[in-house]
């Protein structure tokens, strides 16, 4: 166990839902991240929070959008995805954005039909 | 734009061969550099890092080395179990005005019992 948990596991949706991927991080850290894992791809870093404020936004398309409501939780809300989007969603955390070890958590398995 | 190289993309060896696992980054400036593990179903996780003033780190069968004027750095694993088999990804800090992480591509580590 890192301390970062991640819910659903595993998701599955159409093209037309709207679904939410959530991140919970139990060590007080400051900085949280989204990453997105493709097959045979590097990790891409999508977004970064630092002290609930948005600091990075990695020309992410708008059908991702990131909520961080506090230092603790992290949310993907997911609206209109396309079947490329399918992929593994990884949050991290890191007690400062300053080259600090991120912690990361299981992941989320999306499958967009 | 700054990237992470990383080689081989596949490694495979006998259960108590060494193992070495070699990166490349792009920017000069990058002063930090870790190593994650990730096990199937798992989120990576650190195994080690090194950061630029030092050449040499070594936790137990584990060693990064760094060579900052070629910029490449090397994973090593000595004594190779089973359970060494993962995917294990180097990153590089990228001190930009976000100071984000860039991970390589990741490599494939059988450990052959």
């Known amino acids: 166990e890192t301390g970062v948990t991640q819910t659903p596991r595993h998701l599955v949706m159409g093209m037309t839902n709207k679904k939410s991927l959530k991140c919970e991080q139990h060590?007080?850290?400051?900085?949280m991240y989204w990453y997105k894992q493709s097959a045979k791809k590097p990790l891409e870093l999508m977004f970064v929070y630092n002290f609930k404020e948005q600091t990075e936004n990695n020309s992410v398309p708008s059908r991702f959008s990131p909520e961080c409501p506090n230092s603790s939780h992290l949310f993907l809300h997911l609206h209109t995805l396309q079947p490329e989007d399918s992929a593994l969603y990884l949050c991290a955390s890191s007690q400062a954005i300053a080259g600090d070890t991120q912690y990361f958590g299981p992941g989320t398995r999306l499958t967009v039909l | 734009g700054e990237n992470v190289e990383q080689h081989p993309s596949t490694l495979s060896v006998q259960e108590g061969d060494s193992a070495v696992i070699k990166c490349t980054y792009s920017d000069s400036a990058s002063n930090y550099f870790p190593w994650y593990k990730q096990e199937l179903g798992k989120g990576p996780q650190l195994i080690i890092d090194?950061?630029?003033?030092?050449g040499e780190k070594k936790d137990q069968r584990i060693a990064v080395t760094l060579n900052k004027t070629a910029k490449h750095f090397s994973l090593h694993i000595t004594e190779t179990q089973p359970e060494d088999s993962a995917v294990y990804f180097c990153a590089s800090y990228m001190k930009t005005s976000y100071d984000k992480v860039i991970f390589g591509p990741g490599t494939s580590l059988s450990v052959i019992p």
């Open positions: 060590l007080g850290h400051n900085a």
């Open positions: 090194i950061r630029s003033n030092v």
